[in-house]
């Protein structure tokens, strides 16, 4: 005894599929119509002819979103990143340009203005620091070190030998050198 294989039921009609089978229906009565007032020696009624139906979904262009960067903002943000969670709550990404990209949720959390929200650590081995007040440190493998205040939006550039140079609104002046040992 063989059983009969099921055949799936057919698809839904789409709207557009149901608007235009309504439409032809309506012309087709049209149709009859006219021409049963033809035999009875009457003017045929007038057809009115109706639009076709508007998608119901309409699609913006894909690539809407190209005109928001320019070629040269996006240059080696392709590829792969990838994250790693430590139980600590270290979040460590590698970012697709070679740098690395740490961020502790308890360095989030101080109380203190001047603790570290995250770090990125650029593939040339220079340490950028943004601190939970927006102030940023960089910290360059030669010793040097750039610290920028947000409040006084101003550059303070240290160098391996302790010589020290501000920058504020394009104008430079030298400060008090470190004395270190």
Known sequence: MQREKKQPPPPEPTPEEIAAQEAAAKAAAANKKSALSNKKGQEPAAVVEEKKPEPVVE???PD???GLWEDHEVD???GLLSTVTLKNG???QLLPTGDVLQTSDRQVRGESRKVEQDRVITGRGA??????NKDIEILYPNGNRSYFERD???WTFTNNKG????????VEWDLEPVHAS
């Open 90 to 92: 270290l979040l460590i």
């Open 152 to 154: 006084a939006k101003m």
């Open 64 to 66: 809407f979103l190209d």
């Open 163 to 170: 010589m020290r140079r501000a920058r504020k609104d394009g």
């Open 127 to 132: 340490v950028i620091r943004h601190l939970v």
């Open 76 to 78: 080696g943000l392709h």
């Open 59 to 61: 699609f913006e262009d």
